[in-house]
């Protein structure tokens, strides 16, 4: 099996256990949009029985690179991860500096991994067709979806608990990759990136001005991106750096350990707004609405509440050391089986 990040990688492995073998095409510190399937993943590919995509229109990598080239081997079978999930319209890949977005590509956000509310559609769908092509197996299937699924029950628990006092709160993101999550916990995202693009210097300043406004104390980044952004609007606020990343592998661990931080960043910036030391004047975008897919729909996201809104952090990239950014040549075939869940036969 085939799947495209790494934390699909971690849904696959969990409801097909050790009957499966997962070979992940785009590893930690990559972006979708300019991500090349390298040849030793196109042979791995010709020899898989079952692609999981993420099934977003918006997701460039399947779009431009994955799709054209599966049309080319009949014998493997594609599920739509994302069929009856309710999907974010109008926050996709960000704008450039003038607002303006990218006319050329599909629209709405295709970072449908992040939010318990859409895996809990992706793992069913996941469940479904394993059933399918290996039947002798479906009970067992079945009975992993189901701890899977009490697992991302308790998840949610836990989320809305943490993060339930600052609904309404927003925050600032450099790649637009958590608009799921925050708008499933009643949160507002505002991207910095444009088109895939750093922040020029004049829209360093713009930002560096806003984090001051809005009391930033916290400047959270992502692996694959260069670190220098980040950090020069951490010391330009006093701030720190800490590691958000969408792309870990253990997407329960992960999205506990994001949740964590950002509930301390909100509540120390919320403290900073009681205190008087933020300037509530500035003007944020409202988060993107759901448009409800097919069946089976989970229950809808809820919509932002009025709490804290003075709660703002910033998620700025990170390069990792010898790594390269995203966008720049040369990488080879370093993607193959990044993080691969090994045993089994599907």
Known sequence: MAVSVPPQGDFVARIGGDRVQVDVMIPPGYSHVDYPLTPRQIVALSRARLYVAVGHPAFEFERVQLFP??????????????????????????????????????DGDPHVWVAPVTVAVAVRNIAAVLERIDPAHAAEYRANLARFEADVAALDREIRAELGPFRGSRFMVYHPTWGYFAHQYGLQ??????????????????????????????????RGFPRKSAQVIADAVGGRVVIADPQERDWLDNLRRVTRELSEALGAQGQAALRGEVDSTSDFPRPGTLTPGPSPAPSQPPTPGEGNPWGVFALLPLLPVGGRAMGEEGRGDEGLGAGSARTGNV
């Open 69 to 106: 080239f599966l049309k080319t081997l009949p014998g493997l079978q594609v599920v739509n991860m994302s069929e009856g999930m309710p999907l974010l319209a109008g926050e996709g890949e960000g704008a450039d500096e003038d607002g303006h977005g990218d006319s050329a590509g599909a």
């Open 189 to 222: 995202q505002v991207a910095i990136e444009g088109e895939g693009k750093e922040p020029s210097a004049r829209r360093l300043i713009q930002l560096i001005d806003q984090a001051r406004r809005e009391g930033v104390k916290v400047v959270f980044v992502q």
